[in-house]
């Protein structure tokens, strides 16, 4: 027991890295069965903040060594279970060990069986202690890899593969295909099956069915690869790390970026999962940096573009083509302009505008356009213009002529000049100096180097202003460059470059300029203002939205070294090449016997490869998959399980992966996903496919199934790429009738390819058609789907528990006494997909957001003046302004009840601008702040002065009708003619504010999309054509529909058109979710009030006429049965009335949540209901018709007749109006409402436009005919 008490006590004092290995109970009795792989380790792959993809490996071992036998027994302490339960060890803390994960499990499942039957079976099961680095079932695997100071075993793979160069001796091969490649060590490689060349020399069994591919179509959202690959539209370029398509086609950014270095990283997708040949790596190892550049310009053609397109790129730009030295014009410049905009497709950026930020900034951008016969570029124009503003002010470059947008920028002098004179040395005492503003650009040299005439010396070169140091009385290259500057050579004939310089200077290099960025400290004051002066700027060739000052955004970019630095190359120089023996796998030993000092290596191998050193290429299917959630489950947690079956009669799931999906947490991540065959080769027979399995994980309730067949099955690689939407809560699972599921239920894949189904097996039963029984081994709160191919249960986890068998608990949520997550938020334990330090997730609830829902969202409290017009709903737009970025815009929707000028809502993003629009395109400024602060409230009072103005109501109808390239340059005069009244105005495309800057007011604009347009991921809520829109096109957290005319309500489920205002349209709005009774608006109780008096009244009433008209005498006629029916009718729609208003206003309060109650009440009242008011007309009216028949007959008046004739009437009266209505019960159905500020449950009725008209029809036959038929009586 010592030792035992030494093991916790170091374990707790020491950390070292955990490893679990997995799968180590894998040889089953038949050896025939033995697993493929086994023995395994599971490491995240080193993701940063940038990528948007997760993913898992498994290095597993291939070799057989059930026939080894390892004694280490008396090496390392071992405990027996039963000796590891009296000291009250947990499973949890064998876990943390780095005990085998199955080991961890069979100790679990020991003490769940010691605490419920005492059964003691497994107590004599051994658990063995490993010292790091040694680990395994006996501690028999030992990592020889430099490990130190490593706290993971996800660090110490990922400094495995990092720093060394692999440098293979031989390649590695794919074997499950018969090629004759030539002598060794030539193989065939997996890429080169279908590259569009024949590889094998005894024939073209490489490229035999590429055909196929060939003709392969896509669907009209997915993008289709050069190879034939279909892939997600939205998938296309949209990460710069990684690409979708085999053959790299989708991304040219993975070809030419140099962060990228491939074959020396871990292999995760991005390095393996692709058919770029090594040799064209090799050529980026090898080549210079330019040459890699302008290659992969020119031979990363995109073919769909056409051939004009490139050269007149190649002729405007003056790049030569590639095989030749010498650039060939092609085209003159405006017919070069003309074929790029005819022909060129919109990859490119040649904006036809310019943005607000870079109109008149002295440095002319856009080549000029022929506009009302006058040559217009964005710096035409320009005299309205203030040059000086918060994107030119200090940002290095001279803006305005006489330079005042620089004024008082140079901070380091201690010489303080006026607000109109510049810094600048004196010629004559070489000393700084204030020289005024009216003396710049005036042709006339001032100041030493000439930086008084900055465009003596400078010169355009793309984005860069070469500067220099101006020599005075010097014909000759009169411009010196900075590095020349203090260098005790004299580069101009009067030494003006030297004669500022300090004399008695020592520590410098001979030759050697002060304006080296190393000699910094030690420049004198003048040294450093004129090395500034004439260094080289660079323009920001784009400049974004800001609220305040951008800053100082030019960078040195003098090359005072002339070497290209190349950060990636140089990187590799550090590299030690070394051949490694398990190629792309992870180097172990195994220690057979430690007191003979017994060793063998081994290799675990990642899922692309196999073999006792990893030398085999794998076939395999690498799944790329991406989750959409609808809005009703954006914080609903997911348990998905991918597989890969066959459609054998075993159904076989040959492997699987199982995660967890939080939309809010994980909208943008695609999952990579390795799926390998149970055999090798994989039987080419069979049919395979991914088959997808999605939970909630907390209720475990299905959300449904979907199928995605694997086409091809002649490629050794599948590359599949996916997106995939989760079905709508309560949406009903689409079940089939077939009677082949003998132990299981039909059901419809969601996604139904092909109307394919699949029978879903009950406990114990697996196979296609549930005939196969098996032992399911997972926990009791778990649910088992289905068994592996190596006879092992497939669980679904609850969301606190974790393992094979799900029979371990995660503890993170129940720390700090259930305070992991703060102010009410729900804690979740991360999954293994995860690669952060964080390994919980909080939902946080309304009003709360950050980690741990520790941070209050913004209260905004928004109330308007009398004199502005608000519309039942307002749209609500925060602008969040990003540095470099273009402003993030998110928008939200509100009800305004009648008689209210209030509104509050909560906010959690940040936001700078936030602005109201009513109506159509009217908008209102309602908060501006420089810096945003979190958890705060924001009061504000709406005035008519804040309204944004249409550039219609502030300049004429000429002016409106130019061009926006002229428009815009006036667009800071609406600012000061009304610079007390007007915050802000827009046009088509912008939104501009109003803004105080050097005692002047000018306007500053970003663009604004007016028309929002947002289809809500394809999967719109709304009901009657209502249109869908999201806060963000991106990770959306709240949606809203805009109705149609005549529809209202959240999801536009409710109308006033025709006959369909109904008592949950008037009053359900008005009921106020989980607030009692008491407490809910006026309206409502007094709604309450009135109901039940008329209920009871009716109540009375009809069973007082019951009671009357219940009479032998009476109904001996027929308007005795007559009004006897109605009598019942009266009873029957006062009892109706009273169930629907309770009904409606316990569910709009939240009381009443049982969904099958509501589901019938909903299909029966409103039909019932409208079945008895109609029936009540038509018998009243049929009392008129028997009295006005009584009257005309007189004394032929025959009772036995009208009697008899009243029973059938009611009868035919019965069938004809349950008949004209009965289509009502099958359009009526339940929808969930849900957002932020509460959830509530609407029935609907939705009919066809055709059966909308006979609805209106039969509303108005049932309502008049009776109508009419009492006015004739009368």
């Known amino acids: 027991m010592k030792y035992l008490f030494s093991l916790v006590l170091l374990h707790s004092i020491f950390g070292s890295p955990q490893i679990n290995l997995h799968y180590t109970d894998w040889v089953s009795e038949s050896e025939s069965n033995n697993a493929l792989q086994h023995d395994y380790l599971r490491v995240t792959i080193s993701i940063d903040k940038a990528h948007l993809s997760r993913e898992i490996i498994s290095y597993c071992m291939n070799e057989l060594l059930a026939k080894v036998q390892i004694e280490n027994k008396d090496i390392f302490p071992k ?48 658990f063995y202690n490993c010292t790091f680095p040694r680990f395994g079932s006996m501690c028999q695997y030992e990592i020889t890899y430099n490990h130190k100071n490593h706290s993971s075993l996800h660090e110490i793979i990922h400094d495995y593969y990092k720093p060394n160069d692999y440098n293979a001796i031989h390649r590695t091969c794919y074997t499950h295909w018969q090629c004759n490649r030539g002598p060794f060590p030539a193989c065939l490689d997996w890429r080169e099956i279908c590259d ?30 050069m190879n034939g690959q279909c892939i997600p539209l939205s998938f296309f370029r949209d990460d710069v790390n990684t690409t979708d398509c085999l053959d790299n086609s989708d991304d040219y950014s993975v070809k030419n ?366 799944l790329t998959i991406q989750f959409q959630a609808l809005s009703d489950s954006w914080s609903t947690l997911f348990a998905i399980i991918v597989s890969l079956v066959d459609d054998s009669e075993e159904r076989i799931i040959h492997s699987y992966e199982q995660f967890t999906y939080l939309s809010t947490r994980d909208c943008k991540i695609k999952f990579n996903i390795y799926l390998l065959y149970s055999t090798r080769p994989k039987n080419e027979t069979k049919n395979y496919a991914i088959h997808i399995d999605i939970y909630e994980k907390i209720s475990l309730t299905y959300r449904g199934s979907l199928l995605y067949p694997i086409k091809f099955s002649f490629l050794p690689v599948h590359r599949l790429a996916y997106i995939v939407t989760i079905s709508r809560n309560n949406e009903n699972i689409q079940i089939c009738s077939s009677s082949q599921c003998i132990h299981g239920k039909c059901i419809i894949y969601s996604n139904n390819p092909q109307n394919n189904i699949f029978c879903q097996c009950n406990l114990g039963w697996s196979g296609r058609y549930c005939t196969i029984p098996h032992d399911c081994i997972c926990s009791s709160d778990s649910i ?168 219609n109501e502030l300049f004429n109808e000429s002016f409106v009708q130019m061009h926006r390239l002229r428009r815009i340059k006036y667009y800071h005069l609406p600012c000061q003619r009304n610079s007390s009244n007007l915050a802000c105005f827009y046009d088509n495309v912008s939104i501009c504010l109003c803004y105080n800057y050097d005692k002047q007011r000018i306007a500053n604009c970003f663009d604004f999309k007016h028309d929002m347009k947002s289809d809500c991921l394809g999967q719109s809520v709304c009901e009657n054509d209502g249109q869908c829109f999201q806060d963000t096109p991106h990770c959306p957290e709240r949606s809203l529909c805009i ?27 008005q009921i106020q979710p989980n607030i009692n009774i008491i407490n809910q608006p006026n309206i409502v109780k007094i709604s309450l009030t009135l109901t039940s008096i008329l209920v009871i009244a009716g109540f009375i009433n009809g069973v007082l006429s019951l009671i009357t008209f219940n009479n032998k005498i009476i109904c001996e006629v027929g308007c005795g049965l007559y009004l006897l029916g109605s009598s019942i009718t009266t009873l029957l729609t006062t009892i109706l009335l009273g169930l629907k208003f309770w009904i409606l206003v316990l569910a709009q309060m939240s009381l009443l949540k049982n969904r099958l109650f509501l589901q019938i009440q909903c299909i029966s009242l409103d039909f019932l209901l409208r079945v008895c008011l109609n029936m009540d007309q038509w018998l009243n009216a049929s009392v008129a018709v028997e009295c006005t028949i009584t009257i005309i007959n007189a004394t032929h008046f025959r009772k036995k007749t009208s009697r008899k004739i009243a029973k059938i009437v009611i009868i035919i009266l019965l069938i004809f109006i349950i008949g004209t209505t009965i289509y009502d019960p099958f359009y009526r159905r339940l929808i969930d409402e849900e957002n932020e500020d509460d959830k509530r449950i609407w029935c609907i009725a939705t009919y066809p436009s055709s059966l909308q008209i006979f609805n209106s029809i039969i509303h108005i036959f049932h309502g008049l005919a009776p109508f009419i038929i009492n006015l004739i009586s009368a």
Request: charged letters at 25%; hydrophobic letters at 30%.
């Open 784 to 951: 088992c789907i289905g068994l592996s191919a190596y006879n092992r249960s497939i669980c679904v986890c609850s969301v606190h528990k974790f393992g094979y068998q799900c029979l371990l608990v995660n503890t993170i949520c129940q720390l700090n006494n259930n305070s992991t997550c703060l102010n009410g938020g729900q804690c979740i334990p991360v999954d293994e997909y995860m690669s952060s330090n964080q390994k919980f997730t909080c939902i946080c609830s309304k009003g709360y957001t950050g980690d741990q829902c520790e941070k209050v969202d913004n209260k905004i409290i928004l109330s308007f003046n009398k004199d502005i017009i608000l519309s039942p709903s307002i749209f609500i737009h925060f602008i969040e302004v990003i540095n470099d970025v273009t402003p993030r815009r998110m928008t939200t929707f509100r009800t305004i009840p009648l008689l209210q000028d209030l509104i509050i809502l909560y906010w959690s993003r940040p936001f700078h601008l936030v602005f109201i629009e009513v109506y159509n395109k009217i908008y209102y400024l309602a908060v501006i702040q420089k810096i945003y602060t979190r958890s705060t409230t924001i009061a504000t009072t709406i005035k008519s002065s804040d309204r944004c103005q249409h550039i």
């Open 1043 to 1069: 109705c149609r005319p005549c529809f209202y309500g959240t999801r536009c489920q409710f109308t006033t058109n025709g006959f369909g205002l109904s008592l949950d349209a008037i009053l359900g709005y």
């Open 79 to 126: 405990f027996t279970f039963c000796e590891l339960s009296k000291q009250n060890i947990t499973s949890q803390q064998l876990y943390f060990w780095s005990a085998p994960m199955d080991v961890v499990e069979r100790y679990q499942f020991y003490l769940n069986q010691l605490s419920t039957s005492n059964d003691k079976s497994l107590e004599t099961q051994v």
């Open 196 to 225: 569009g060349k024949v590889d094998c020399i005894d024939g073209k069994f490489d490229e035999e069915h590429c055909w196929e591919l060939e003709i392969n179509t896509c669907k009209d959202d997915e993008y289709r690869c």
């Open 257 to 622: 970026n140099e962060d990228h270095v491939y074959m020396y990283d871990e292999p995760s997708f991005r390095n393996e999962e692709n058919s770029y040949k090594f040799i064209q790596y090799q050529y980026f190892w090898m080549k210079e940096r330019d040459s890699f550049i302008f290659k992969a310009m020119h031979l990363a053609e995109d073919y769909t573009i056409r051939k004009q397109c490139l050269s007149a790129l190649r002729s405007i730009l003056k790049i030569p083509n590639y095989e030749e030295t010498i650039f060939i014009k092609t085209c003159e410049q405006r017919a070069c302009l003309e074929i790029i905009q005819n022909t060129c497709p919109d990859i490119f950026y040649f904006p036809n505008n310019i943005s607000f930020q870079t109109i008149c900034d002295g440095f002319t951008e856009l080549i000029s356009i022929l506009i009302e016969e006058k040559n217009e570029t964005d710096e035409t124009e320009c005299e309205q213009w203030s040059c000086n503003n918060i994107y030119t002010h200090c940002d290095g470059l001279w803006n305005c002529p006489n330079g005042e947008d620089e004024i008082g920028c140079y901070l380091i002098s201690t010489l303080n000049c006026s607000s109109d004179h510049h810094l600048c040395v004196s010629p004559d005492t070489n000393q700084l100096m204030c020289l005024s503003a009216k003396k710049i650009n005036d042709n006339k040299i001032d100041c030493l180097g000439a930086s008084d005439e900055p465009t003596l010396c400078q010169k355009r070169l793309g984005g860069q202003y070469l500067s220099g140091f101006y020599c005075t009385n010097q014909s000759f290259h009169p411009c010196v460059s900075q590095i020349e500057l203090c260098d005790r050579r004299e580069s101009c004939t009067h030494r003006d470059d030297e004669q500022f310089c300090e004399k008695n200077r020592t520590n410098t290099d001979f030759y050697r300029s002060i304006c080296f960025p190393e000699l910094l400290l030690i420049r004198s004051e003048v040294e450093h203002f004129l090395c500034q002066t004439a260094q080289n700027k660079w323009k920001q060739p784009i400049k974004y939205f800001s609220l305040d000052e951008i800053g100082k955004s030019v960078t040195d970019q003098t090359k005072i070294d002339t070497k290209v630095d190349f950060p990636t190359l140089n990187l590799m120089k550090t590299f030690q090449k070394y051949q490694r023996r398990c190629h792309r796998g992870f180097d172990l030993r195994v220690w057979l016997n430690n007191e003979k000092n017994l060793t063998r290596n081994t290799c675990l191998c990642p899922p692309s490869f196999y073999g006792d050193q990893c030398q085999y290429q794998n076939q395999r299917v690498s």
